[in-house]
Each structure stands twice: as structure tokens, then as C-alpha cells.
């Protein structure tokens, strides 16, 4: 259902009940109202993390767009961070520069992105997520501890041209009987991927079915996860008039004034 249309059946409903603007008073319940409807809520955005995740979204131009001349701008002042997705922190002595908040976004961004390497030069082989799902120091910690260069490019773990390379991460010594497994496991993840070197490395989004980034999805990503599964089904997809859904959707959330309600709020 359209949020506005529900806002305004909201007001409907409260409109014929005690205290109506009880409800919007309540800092609680305006969150509630706006998580989705899995969660309990009415689906109504959050304009304080709708605005965070349109921040973020230059954070995300900035690592994706080539040519820009903003960018450039950007890169002249502040220069660039290894690997070339963000610029250097700013750190100007005083102040709350527009860029500086921008920049702070950019891990908020990396985490809910990941990498496919094209010739492997801008995506670090143990710190950046482009082998299945997770980091491989994460995924693979002895063999990370015992790596020459923690910080090795993939494209320094690559020998050789094309399809016909191979991998070779450098180790600083050989491994014992019992590491052989996680070894092991590390190349089978590598195996099925080849480092290609006329193609460039792509950042591709992590919280949509296409790739591809939105303001949308990630406003969705900062409140997709709850704890506690909300029978919102039963509620909303339910035969029962819109007033007696609003009703049982307030009475979940324990907010119908019965006389104990009254009696606690004095």
C-alpha cells in the first residue's frame, strides 16, 4: 500500500480515538512507524536516514565515475587513497567541510560493495571482498598470518597472461602437514578466478538484485535487520476493514489506552 494512503487512513483512524495526537508525540512509536512493514511498522521513510544515504551516494560516484570534473576537483585538493575509490581523509583544522562528512560515508559504502577484478591493480588479495563472500583474511587466517606483504595487490598474486596465469601469493615460508587443508581451501577459491589485464577493476553493489547501486537500497540496507519477526501478514493482508488493522497493529505494539496503559501514564 501507497505510504501517504496509509498515512492519511492513519489519521482517519486516530481521528475518531482518545488523545490522537498521543501517537505522534511519542518518539518510540514515530520510529516504529517507520520501519517496513515486516518489522512492525507503516513503511513511512526515516527523513534523517534517507538524507544520510543520499550523502553517501557522492561517495559512491566518486569511487565509479572517471572523468568527472567534480572529481577532479576532489582529487586536486585531497588526493587519492591507495587503490584509487576514495580520496585522502580531510582533515582541515577547523570546520565541518561538505566533502570531509562525505568522506567519512565511504566505509558505509565499501562494506555493502565488493570487487571484480578486472587486472587486479586497484583491489587489495586479502583486505577487499571480490573472492566469493568473504575477505580471504577472514576467511583464511592462518595462511594470511603467514603472507610476506599483508596489503599485496591481486594483481601481484597473478603470474603470468590471461587465462594461462596462475596464482602465487607469497608466503614466508613453507607450511606445515596440519595448515595444508586451509591452504587448500584458499586456491579451490581462487581457481575459478583469472586476472584479466586490459580489463580495469569494477565496484559492484552488494544490495540490490542488479548490481547496481541506489540511494534506495541502501536506505533499505541500514534497516533491513531486526530481531524479532512481526506478524505483519496477519495484519495487513488480512479481510479485516483498514481500522481494525490499524487497531491490532497497535494493540502488537501494546499502545491501545486500556486502563493499565492510563494508569502508568497518570
Known amino acids: 500500500m501507497n505510504s501517504h494512503l496509509l498515512v492519511e487512513k492513519w489519521k482517519n483512524y486516530k481521528s475518531g480515538c482518545t488523545r490522537q495526537d498521543d501517537f505522534f508525540k511519542m518518539r518510540s512509536t514515530k520510529e516504529k512507524i517507520s520501519n517496513s512493514a515486516a518489522e512492525g511498522g507503516l513503511g513511512i521513510d526515516r527523513f534523517v536516514t534517507l538524507n544520510k544515504a543520499s550523502l553517501r551516494k557522492w561517495s559512491w560516484r566518486f569511487a565509479v565515475e572517471r572523468e568527472s570534473f567534480w572529481k577532479q576537483v576532489i582529487i ?9 575509490w576514495c580520496s585522502r581523509v580531510a582533515r582541515g583544522g577547523y570546520g565541518v ?12 559504502i565499501c562494506c555493502r560493495s565488493r570487487f571484480i577484478v578486472g587486472n587486479g591493480r586497484k583491489v587489495k588479495f586479502w583486505k577487499d571482498l571480490w573472492c566469493k563472500d568473504q575477505m580471504l583474511k577472514e576467511a583464511f587466517p592462518n595462511p594470511y598470518r603467514l603472507v610476506v606483504n599483508k596489503d599485496e595487490w591481486v594483481s601481484n598474486a597473478w603470474e603470468g597472461s590471461g587465462e594461462w596465469g596462475c596464482w602465487n601469493p607469497h608466503f614466508s615460508r613453507h607450511f606445515n602437514d596440519w595448515e595444508l587443508e586451509e591452504v587448500e581451501g584458499l ?13 580495469e577493476d569494477v565496484l559492484s553493489w552488494k544490495e540490490s538484485r542488479d548490481d547496481i547501486f541506489s540511494v534506495r537500497s541502501l536506505y533499505h540496507s541500514f534497516t533491513r535487520d531486526y530481531s524479532d519477526p512481526f506478524p505483519w501478514g496477519l495484519i495487513w493482508r488480512s479481510w479485516a476493514p483498514m481500522r481494525v488493522s490499524f487497531f491490532a497493529w497497535e494493540a502488537s505494539w501494546n499502545r491501545i489506552l486500556t486502563i493499565d496503559q492510563l494508569k502508568k501514564r497518570g
Do not use: C, S, T, Y
Not at 586536486?76 to 584509487?84: C, T
Not at 567541510?97 to 558505509?108: D, F, P, Q, S, T
Open 76 to 84: 586536486n585538493k585531497f588526493g587519492l587513497e591507495e587503490g584509487r
Open 187 to 199: 586456491f579451490r577459491n581462487l581457481h575459478p578466478l583469472v586476472v584479466r589485464r586490459e580489463m
Open 97 to 108: 567541510g561538505v566533502w570531509k562528512a562525505i568522506r567519512k560515508e565511504w566505509e558505509g
